[in-house]
């Protein structure tokens, strides 16, 4: 029995074939006899309490030149899908948000889905970064690095020179690569909808990192260490 296997990525035809990690996935999997569909996060919708995502078959090549072919689109209830891959790279913005809160659902529907942002119900008491951190299992050496963890906090919307809405956020950073930075997240409490982001990189500069993770902000008000707090 074939597998079928849904990956949610950045658009296909602006990755980099020499250094994209997903090319590699679609080629194990595609070597393998599963049946990958092609998804971005603007494909994928909620009808009537369904996960759903237009999207298309891929086969993918091992030719710089010609890489990949798509399929005819087609509309899928995601929780048909044996597994689900997001592999959608940053920004943090509604799309993303609302790409997790549809691959949840598609969880709970059958789907099995590998390497989602996910939610976290907060206890009456409130949530400390430390025990967000734990029911996600942690910090996974080989995947993450705990020098860089960070909480975006909501601080509104804004609006850009031509009018547009961008949104605003208060970034909070922690160094958890110590005993003493664990203790600061347990004192750390998040509030709703916060977000949390723990760096998959060796940090090189603050300043990079927001540029690449935070494109649709338009100001930080707050650029602090949580060991300041």
């Known amino acids: 029995m074939s597998i079928s296997l849904g990956v949610v990525m950045d658009p296909i035809e602006a990755i980099t074939y020499k250094k994209d990690s997903t090319l590699a996935m679609l080629w194990a999997a595609q070597d393998r006899g599963w049946k ?8 994928l919708y909620i009808s009537n309490a369904e996960a759903r995502a237009s999207c298309k078959q891929i086969t993918s090549f091992r030719d710089p030149t010609h890489f ?30 609302y790409a997790t809160h549809v691959l949840e659902m598609a969880e709970l529907q059958g ?12 206890s009456r008491n409130g949530t400390s970064l430390a025990e967000a951190l734990a029911t996600a299992n942690g910090i996974n050496e080989n995947r993450a690095d705990g020098r860089g963890i960070y909480v975006l906090r909501n601080a509104g919307i804004g609006r850009d020179n031509a009018g547009l809405p961008v949104y605003r956020a208060t970034v909070y950073h922690l160094n958890a690569s110590s005993a003493v930075g664990f203790m600061l997240a347990d004192r750390f409490p998040l509030e709703a909808r916060d977000v949390v982001y723990v760096s998959p990189a060796p940090i090189t500069r603050w300043n990079r990192f927001l540029s ?10 707050t650029v602090g260490d949580i060991e300041a707090r």
Do not use: C, H
């Not at 399929?71 to 509604?94: T, V």
């Open 111 to 122: 789907a099995m889905v590998v390497n989602r942002p996910q939610s976290l119900a907060m």
């Open 68 to 97: 990949y072919e798509l399929g005819d689109s087609s509309d899928l209830a995601l929780g048909e899908l044996d597994a689900i891959l997001m592999r959608k790279d940053p920004p943090f913005d509604n799309e993303f948000l």
């Open 36 to 43: 990958v569909f092609y998804m971005t996060p603007a494909d």
């Open 212 to 221: 690449q993770l935070l494109p649709s902000i338009l100001a930080t008000d």
